[in-house]
Each structure stands twice: as structure tokens, then as C-alpha cells.
């Protein structure tokens, strides 16, 4: 089993900045990539961020030039800088691993964190 932990959510004005962290915890495991998605009221979960074992990393184009995905110096954890928020980047946001133990492929997801842009 594999933890997945997502951190730093909270309310934001427009055209403010965030930083979610986002940390896997298990036993013998490697991670092939972890992603950022989200999900506002009313629509399907989406890709925001994603960034592979090989560090190379893709952005929906609705966050391009405003997000960055990195990793963190703490072992299995990544961050996402939120930069020029705008109220439609309001969501859930779901940090997802891919992940390979024990000789066998899963994905995990962790709680989610809630982001709002809002005056």
C-alpha cells in the first residue's frame, strides 16, 4: 500500500500564487510518475501537471506558462507552483501516483485539496 498526501490548498485572490505539495509514503515501492489533476463543481477531473521518473514533465495548456511541477529535495514528493491564479483554476485538486510495487503496476490518488480563487 502507498500513501498519497496532498498539502497546501487554501483561498487565493485572482492573480495570486499557491504551492501544493504532494508526498507518497509506502514500503518498496518506485514511483513511474506522479500527476496533478483537478476537479471543479460539475465537471470531469482533469490533467494539470504530470512529471515522469526521467524529470520531463507536461502541462494542460489552460496552465502553461503559469504552473510548474517540480520535485521536492523530500524523498517521493512533488510540488506545484500555482502562479496568476485565475477564479476558473477554482477546483479540487487530486495529487495521483503511478507506481510500481512489488512487481506490479497501481495508481494511487490522495485526498484532494481545495483550491478557490475568489475576490
Known amino acids: 500500500q502507498v500513501h498519497v498526501v496532498e498539502s497546501g490548498g487554501g483561498l487565493v485572490q485572482p492573480g495570486g500564487s499557491l504551492r501544493l505539495s504532494c508526498a507518497a509514503s509506502?514500503?518498496?515501492?518506485?514511483?513511474?510518475?506522479m500527476g496533478w489533476y483537478r476537479q471543479a463543481p460539475g465537471k470531469q477531473r482533469e490533467l494539470v501537471a504530470a512529471i515522469t521518473s526521467g524529470d520531463t514533465t507536461n502541462y494542460a495548456d489552460s496552465v502553461k506558462g503559469r504552473f510548474t511541477m517540480s520535485r521536492s529535495n523530500a524523498k517521493n514528493t512533488v510540488l506545484l507552483q500555482m502562479s496568476s491564479l485565475k477564479p476558473e483554476d477554482t477546483a479540487v485538486y487530486y495529487c495521483h501516483a503511478a507506481v510500481s510495487q512489488w512487481g506490479t503496476r497501481t495508481d494511487y490518488w490522495g485526498q484532494g485539496t481545495q483550491v478557490t480563487v475568489s475576490s
Open positions: 509506502g514500503s518498496s515501492f518506485s514511483i513511474n510518475a
